[in-house]
């Protein structure tokens, strides 16, 4: 008998909500961490042009784009566990050949595999995951999850460069791939796609549907009724898809270069390895904060301030050349801000679909906002070869968060998703 608890922090909760954590944590690593470490390094080691690879970072995102309309299907018929699965040892397999190969097209091919697979994963299986068994708390516990983007920068950041230099990228990311493997595993056997399978209830709430199996039984026989064409003509699906896409793709464009901006004017490596690594600290905090604004206040928002931050920070990052004091507010105030972007994409998702309809949802959703985000790499690759450099991006950047407030303003908060009780009705 399940002991009656209305805390969603139970055991298998919170593991949940760890495992997550850490799904985040290895997608920031080795798309946006990667920017910052591997990718320059392997440039150099085999002597390409860093600007020549960088775009393939957005042409990934773009494959995964498309690649997650399939992933969101599979979500659709078979539940997040097999696809983050699949995913990850894709992923792992991708890494392997990353730090491995010699030849430049095999090296842009494993860039490709490597965002295809995150988007299996991460957008598409992690976020259809969580939302399933935190259909109501899905704010603060993706407060909680998305630290683990943060945590990238504390533990990848400064450490993969060391262990590079130690024993090579080859093995580097050879043991990056093996922990992709044995997560794999641990997902096989220990995770499972809708907490009913587990003996819990969504949000660890007793005060939902009265049976467990019966719970079950209906998700699986429930059949959405946003099918592919309904989704292409539900003005929601684009309105999120690019507005919070956009919010994403500012957000990445900032971090992903910060290392290289601090470089650029004049701040040696060392100084811009700390700042990243106290503001990801910093923005541990910045990840929670949204999450608990959304819990509080709701997504709507929550995405309006986040909205507001960035365009401040991006300002304050025209500044970083007049002294310290601009590069380690802008930095902190931007990393405080990423964690939050990874929260309430799917957030919004939840709060206008609902659980039911969700994974219907988030199949076209989630690869319109990976479509978009992705276009980070491509958008700071224009600027770094055009005579406008690293200001000039964040010129634009601060003036597509603005574009986007009002986009957030003008979106509805109104669920259109299905209820427990209409779903009780037709099944």
């Given amino acids: 008998m399940l002991k009656k608890d209305t805390s969603w922090v139970s055991r298998r909760h919170l593991t949940i909500t760890i495992y ?4 985040f944590l290895i997608c920031a690593c080795v798309n946006a961490g990667m920017t910052n470490t591997i990718l320059p390094a392997m440039c150099e080691l085999r002597g390409w042009n860093y600007a020549d690879a960088l775009p393939f970072m957005s042409y990934g995102g773009y494959i995964g784009a498309v690649a997650s309309l399939l992933f969101g299907q599979l979500v659709v018929k078979f539940g ?6 699949v995913g990850l040892i894709l992923g792992g397999v991708s890494l392997a050949l990353y730090g491995s190969t010699g030849s430049f097209i095999v090296f842009v091919l494993a860039i490709i595999g490597n965002r295809v697979f995150s988007c299996a994963y991460q957008q598409a299986g992690c976020t259809a995951l969580l939302n399933n068994w935190f259909p109501r708390k899905k704010g603060i516990v993706l407060g909680w999850a998305t630290m683990g983007i943060i945590l990238s920068d504390i533990i990848w950041s400064p450490y993969i460069p060391k262990a590079i230099s130690a024993i090579g990228a080859a093995p580097t990311l050879l043991l990056v791939s093996l922990f992709f493997f044995l997560l794999a595993l641990f997902t096989v056997f220990r995770v499972k796609s809708i907490p009913e399978e587990a003996g819990c209830y969504p949000d660890n709430d007793q005060s939902g549907m009265e049976s467990l199996e019966k719970n079950r039984q209906t998700m699986s026989k429930y059949k959405s009724k946003f099918t592919w064409k309904k989704l292409l003509c539900t003005r929601q699906t684009w309105q999120i898809g690019i507005t919070w896409g956009l919010l994403w793709m500012i957000a990445v464009a900032f971090v992903s270069q910060l290392v290289s901006r601090c470089i650029s004017i004049g701040y040696e490596s060392t100084f811009a390895v700390r700042v990243l690594q106290v503001a990801s600290a910093i923005g541990l905090c910045g990840s929670w904060l949204f999450g608990f ?6 997504t709507k928002t929550s995405s ?11 300002g304050l990052g025209l500044l970083q050349p007049k002294g310290h004091i601009f590069v380690w507010i802008s930095c902190c105030g931007m990393m405080a801000c990423v964690g939050g972007i990874a929260n309430l994409a799917p957030s919004m998702v939840g709060t206008v679909f609902g659980r039911w309809d969700f994974a219907a949802a988030n199949r076209l959703i989630s690869p319109i906002i990976m479509a978009v985000s992705s276009s980070a790499f491509l958008l700071a690759s224009i600027f770094l070869k055009s005579s406008w450099g690293y200001n000039g991006m964040y010129v634009a950047c601060a003036v597509i968060a603005l574009l986007c407030l009002v986009s957030v303003r003008l ?3 109104k669920m259109i998703g299905a209820t ?6 037709v099944i």
């Fill in 304 to 314: 309006s301030i986040y909205a507001i931050a960035i365009a401040i920070f991006f």
């Fill in 420 to 425: 427990d009780q209409e779903v009780n009705e």
């Fill in 80 to 85: 997040p566990k097999p696809v983050i699965v």
């Fill in 293 to 298: 604004i959304d819990n509080r206040f709701g």
């Fill in 20 to 23: 997550a954590g850490i799904l």
């Fill in 411 to 413: 979106m509805g908060n």
